[in-house]
């Protein structure tokens, strides 16, 4: 693509086409962040994904600017949690389940103080706002129809967490035919290992589900 940026990436520089690239931040919630939220009732140390949100943040900052679009996912149920299968609320035996009463309100519930994203990374008028209730950002949602609609063909990906919902929407979007650049400091694990291990199946076997990138060098193929 001539009119495509080459950002320096793993396995090899990502061709980025400006007016066709979107940012989807996955799940930057109180619910997975902060104490008393789904991530530590499932028996999270949620300190482990703080790390992510200077980075988000600076991605945002970086699309806004541009004026490139800007999509944020939220893990949510509905109130009735008629959107929730059993197996998902019964799954683990957490201390708090999905749509009990914690500190934050119902545990990943739509509209509950937990659910919101972080302030540091929270929405702008203009940009998408998707509510899903799996961990793939394009399972039963409306995202394919907002990409077609604005002709969007590249993805940069972050949040948390790395192998969880992010990893789970990217393969879903590999799989519907997007590029896929996932920013390395942009997300976070509560598993260590897990996180660096899923940079490396990302982008093994060249690239096999998309690339991964250094924000740094984002940001200066950007300026
Ligand atoms: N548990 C865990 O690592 N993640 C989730 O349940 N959801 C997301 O990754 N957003």
Known sequence: ?????????????????????????????RDFIEPGGFGAALGNDVSTLVPAIEPVARLLALFRKRGWLVIHTRESHRPDLSDC??????????????GDDGPMGRI?????????????????????????????????????TILEARGVTHLVFAGVTTEVCVQTSMREANDRGYECLLVEEATESYFPAFKATTLEMIRAQGGIVGWTARLADLEAALA
């Not at 396995?11 to 989807?24: D, E, M, V």
């Open 1 to 29: 693509m001539s009119d495509s940026l080459a950002i320096p990436a793993q396995p090899y520089p990502f061709p980025l086409p400006p007016g066709r690239t979107a940012l989807i931040v996955i799940d930057m919630q």
């Open 85 to 98: 299968p059993p197996a998902k609320r019964q799954r683990g035996k957490p201390g708090l389940r999905i």
């Open 108 to 144: 990943l519930v739509r509209g509950e103080a937990g659910n919101a994203i972080l302030p540091a990374c929270a929405p702008i008028p203009g940009e998408i706002e998707i509510d899903k209730p799996g961990k793939g950002a394009f399972y039963h949602t409306d995202l394919q």
